[in-house]
């Protein structure tokens, strides 16, 4: 079993920043594969960046260039820094982990880009 707890959300200006924090309740430098999704009011949950536990990283397309997900696994922790936000990054972000066959969600931070 792993908790996640995210922070860092918050209200942001369009092209500015923030960067949000998972902190996991066990040591995630062991095969664990870490993501960061996202769900928009009314849409469905979507994959923004993952890394694999071999140092891997990959970003959705709407993303690249933006984001960039990091890992500091001395930390338990993992990261998404967010630049250049646009109002369309406006949704509640969750951090995932996955080992082997079981996945676990943390609870999400809202993120609003709006002027």
């Known amino acids: 079993q792993v908790q996640l707890v995210e922070s860092g959300g918050g209200l942001v200006q369009p092209g500015g920043s923030l960067r949000l924090s998972c902190a996991a309740s066990?040591?995630?430098?062991?095969?664990?594969?870490m993501a960061w999704f996202r769900q928009a009011p009314g849409k469905q949950r979507e994959l923004v960046a993952h890394?694999?536990?071999?140092?891997?990283?990959n970003y959705a397309d709407s993303v690249k260039g933006r984001f960039t997900i990091s890992r500091d696994n001395a930390k338990k922790s993992v990261y998404l820094q967010m630049n250049s936000l646009k109002p369309e990054d406006t949704a509640v972000y969750y951090c995932?982990?996955?080992?082997?066959?079981?996945?676990?969600w943390g609870q999400g931070t809202q993120v609003t880009v709006s002027s």
């Open positions: 066990r040591d995630i430098s062991s095969g664990y594969y």
């Open positions: 890394s694999t536990s071999a140092g891997n990283t």
């Open positions: 995932y982990a996955a080992l082997l066959s079981r996945g676990y």
